[in-house]
């Protein structure tokens, strides 16, 4: 039987204000364990919450960026269960009436574009972290977490394939960085994607029973973990099983998913409106300057890369993905105003680095005006594409501007055409072999038989020579002993 | 609408609230006439009334996103019964 798969995903973003959620400790990540815990997030008897209104803002930053209806009243409600990373012994939330209602994003996929629709977005607080290494046979609590502000997106069931699923979760990405409402580090937890999958015969219009996937913190395994679960649930069914509604953890190491113990019980969160919280009312007004300080989106921003800068479709989808990557690129472009250029030398050579060094594109070692300088150069002919490879790793490793670096290292091209005749006379008398292969060869052929020669030559001058100016003055010289 | 003694059982577990045996028929009988009560309540044609989220008529207040609480974990831990390495310890709770 042929098998159609549906995907919904909820994606937890931490939202990248200064102070938590419902109290005014910071949210700075990587402190000591409990020294941004206040008496609120402990739960101290007598504290009440507050709400912060840069948590709001950015709540609906993000539902303007999905064209999603703003609640104009938010209630929050009480989800009870008990955890002791969760000292207030319920997690406050939003489920009647959340910040941000139904919206959609547009998804690039192999059968071209698809509209994945957002059911709603609510803001929540995170809770604590536990660790279990051994104190002595007890749990350590971390509390500097508890409180810190969420948004959950959650979509409609949209998407049928994994690789749709991790297009649906980068554009989230892409929208939440480019906002600037959230860091986007998955391995940090900073967005956290939880993944619904069932499976249903091609054709059907029901849905299946559906697993829920958590555990998945890299855009990789949004796809590996629903192949590896889509296969389970098919192998299942086809064994004549049935497919259990429960969570199941993924494990990267093993590649497999396997059932989260369900407790009992486990899904009665008896949710009622919090009275410690009054319904959160904005007005027209206060929706309509946020979307003043909106930035440009990553759609938009793609178009213009692709009308303006005369970007290829693919090309423009890299750049615009991450503000920071797009906003470098746009200097290096500045600097050097060749666009395909400098697109070629950021998704290239930059990346290659920034990857292979595990650093993001703000902490690379050489800054958008450096790499712009050398392009300057390469465009000017002052030096080759491949000299420029050679400075660009003497300034990742030591800094400087490209003209320091190629007057220091004497990198200059040779474009003196009488050393680089000379330098090509030599190659020829050294070379008598290849230059009668050459003259036998059919007239037709003899593009390809260049690449010899141009080798030596480039060889001889340490790569400085102007490659033009060697293939013309090369193709002449053999040319004329053919005659 | 009325309980039963499984239904109150139940209640006080996911509450994680200890009842003493004998006091579970009171409990049953107090919270079925509650319930009760709500039933009643129900019949009430409520069509164009909007639920009620809070039984004051107020919004909300905002607080700016400064950081106004400092580091006062030693003072924080000292009513803990063991904190070790700033960490509050609990029960292990991992199954």
Known sequence: MEWETVIGLEIHVQLATNTKIFSGASTAFGAEPNTQACAVDLALPGTLPVFNDGAQKMAIMFGLAINADIGKRAVFERKNYFYPDLPKGYQTTQLEAPVVGEGFVDIETEAGERRVRIHHAHLEEDAGKSLHEDFHGQSGIDLNRAGTPLVEIVSEPDMRTSKEAAAYARKIHAIVTTLGICDGNMAEGSMRCDCNVSIRPKGSETLGTRTELKNINSFRFIERAIDTEVERQIDLIEDGGTVVQETRLYDPDKNETRSMRSKEDANDYR???????????????????????????PDARKERFISELGLSEYDAGVLSAYRDQ????????????????????????????????????????????QLGGLLV?????????????????VQWNEGGTADEVIEAKGLKQVTDTGAIESMIDEVIANASAQVEQYKAAEPEKRGKMLGFFMGQVMKASGGKANPGAVTGILKSKLDALCD | MSIDRSDVERIAHLARLELNEQDIPAYTENLSSILNLIDEMQQIDTDGVEPLAHPL???????????????????????????????FLVPKVIE
């Open chain 1, 271 to 297: 949710y009622f409106p919090c009275p410690d919280l009054l319904p959160v009312v904005v007005d027209d007004a206060y929706v309509e300057a946020i979307r003043l300080t909106l930035p440009e989106l």
């Open chain 1, 377 to 393: 150069r390469i465009k000017d002919n002052t030096i080759s594409g491949n000299i420029a490879k050679k400075v660009f790793e």
């Open chain 2, 57 to 87: 008529d107020a919004v909300q207040r905002l607080r700016a996103d400064e950081v106004t609480e400092l580091n006062q974990r030693d003072k924080l831990q000292a009513v803990a019964p063991a904190v070790e390495e700033g960490l």
């Open chain 1, 326 to 369: 797009a906003d470098y690129f746009e200097s290096v472009v500045e600097c050097c105003g060749d666009a395909k250029l400098a697109a070629n030398w950021v998704m290239g050579e930059l990346a290659k680095n920034l990857n292979a060094a595990d650093l993001s594109i703000e902490k690379s070692p050489v800054s958008a005006e």
